[in-house]
T-cell receptor, first 116, second 113 residues
Framework: QKEVEQNSGPLSVPEGAIASLNCTYS??????FFWYRQYSGKSPELIMF????GDKEDGRFTAQLNKASQYVSLLIRDSQPSDSATYLC????????????????FGQGTILTVHP | DADVTQTPRNRITKTGKRIMLECSQT?????MYWYRQDPGLGLRLIYY???????NKGEISDGYSVSRQAQAKFSLSLESAIPNQTALYFC????????????FGPGTRLTVL
């Protein structure tokens, strides 16, 4: 099992719809979770992070975290063509002194296309 | 000005050549990272450094070396480049906080012929 898995995609939604991106992780000790957006040929850009169970909203973006289910998601409301990109889920397993300390584990990414 | 810069942005080199990729940051972060990205393989960690005297190997360090010249500078070297090191290389930084948000540089596209 991969440490961080994302829905394989590609995901295509019409403009104005809600895009739902999902991520599961295997390390139950993981403490913080990130969503990065990456346009083709560009660097990953941090758009959301969450560390408490529940929802966190920022504009059109909502991150949802369920630690019991080891699941984190990103909802994009009122999707726009400019949201078309690859979305990377990243997980921070905080184990001070452990081998994972200070490192993020990334999923493979989900390609999102928003069509007019 | 960008907080994390990488030079060069694009580089084409030949097999066997030594090449250095440089990363500088003005964010004041202690932690710096080097990743490579290949189509279908996602981001893979090459090396990381928590301060000038702390350098650690990532999951794919073979064929690479690094130097942390200062808090703000972290260089990646390919001692003898080979074609399968053709990839997009990213530098990233984070502070010492527990959440470890990482911020990426613009990347270097490296082609080894």
């Amino acid at each position: 099992q991969k440490e961080v898995e994302q829905n394989s995609g590609p995901l295509s939604v019409p403009e104005g719809a809600i895009a739902s991106l999902n991520c599961t992780y295997s390390d139950r000790g993981s403490q913080s979770f990130f969503w990065y957006r990456q346009y083709s040929g560009k660097s990953p850009e941090l758009i959301m992070f969450i560390y408490s169970n529940g929802d966190k909203e920022d504009g059109r973006f909502t991150a949802q975290l369920n630690k019991a289910s080891q699941y984190v998601s990103l909802l994009i409301r009122d999707s726009q063509p400019s949201d078309s990109a690859t979305y990377l889920c990243a997980v921070n397993p905080i184990h001070a002194g452990g081998t994972s300390y200070g490192k993020l584990t990334f999923g493979q990414g989900t390609i999102l296309t928003v069509h007019p | 000005d960008a907080d994390v810069t990488q030079t060069p942005r694009n580089r084409i080199t030949k097999t066997g050549k030594r090449i250095m990729l440089e990363c500088s940051q003005t964010k004041g972060h202690d932690r710096m990272y080097w990743y490579r990205q290949d189509p279908g393989l996602g981001l893979r960690l090459i090396y990381y450094s928590f301060d000038v005297k702390d350098i650690n190997k990532g999951e794919i360090s073979d064929g690479y070396s690094v130097s942390r010249q200062a808090q703000a500078k972290f260089s990646l070297s390919l001692e003898s480049a080979i074609p399968n090191q053709t990839a997009l290389y990213f530098c990233a930084t984070s502070d010492l906080g527990e959440y470890n948000e990482q911020f990426f540089g613009p990347g270097t596209r490296l082609t080894v012929l």
